[in-house]
């Protein structure tokens, strides 16, 4: 068996007249996150992740934000494509580790139900999909909620 570790972050700008997506689900917010996608940070973050686990280069490589193909998609259809991606060089994923640092909304209510919606999109036992939530404090730009960040840590797996 050989298993490979990979680290994956991403940011998205908040704004007014966007829904707010984060973990495969959306959230009740005055404010959405800003991207050519759903903008889904925490995903992103897990698909760059894994990515780079696999010596894949990185989303945008995979899923470039000029293609109108992507414009508005889904992230849940990002990651799983990623997945697929993994797949065809023989890895499947170990588990998940992330952090997502916002100020608001607050995030800890919906965490079961994020770790549900994607290990039920990667395949995997919910147990294997950890998810936390941080403030920054007041400090930087997610303490000003103009943006959220999201920091993921993956295994993946080769039989």
């Keep these: 068996m050989k298993i490979r570790v990979g680290f994956g972050y991403d940011v998205h700008r908040l704004v007014e007249g966007r829904e707010l997506w984060l973990g495969g689900i959306r959230l ?11 903008a889904d940070v925490l995903i992103h973050a897990i698909c760059d992740a894994l990515l780079g686990a696999a010596n ?74 950890s998810i936390k939530a941080t403030t920054t404090e007041k400090l930087g730009f997610t303490g000003r909620e103009e943006g959220i960040a999201a920091y993921a840590t993956v295994l993946i797996v080769k039989d």
Excluded at 28 to 38: A, F, M, T, V
């Design 28 to 38: 009740q917010h005055e404010k959405g996150l800003l991207g050519h996608s759903d």
């Design 56 to 129: 894949m280069r990185d989303i945008g490589y995979h899923f470039p934000d000029t293609a109108g193909e992507f414009e508005n998609i889904d992230s849940k259809i990002l990651l799983k494509k990623t997945v697929g991606l993994l797949a065809g060089k023989g890895y499947s994923v170990g588990n998940v580790d992330a952090t997502v640092c916002a100020e608001r909304p607050k995030l800890n209510p919906h965490i079961p139900e994020m770790q549900r919606v994607l290990s039920s999109v990667m395949g995997v036992d919910a147990d294997d999909v």
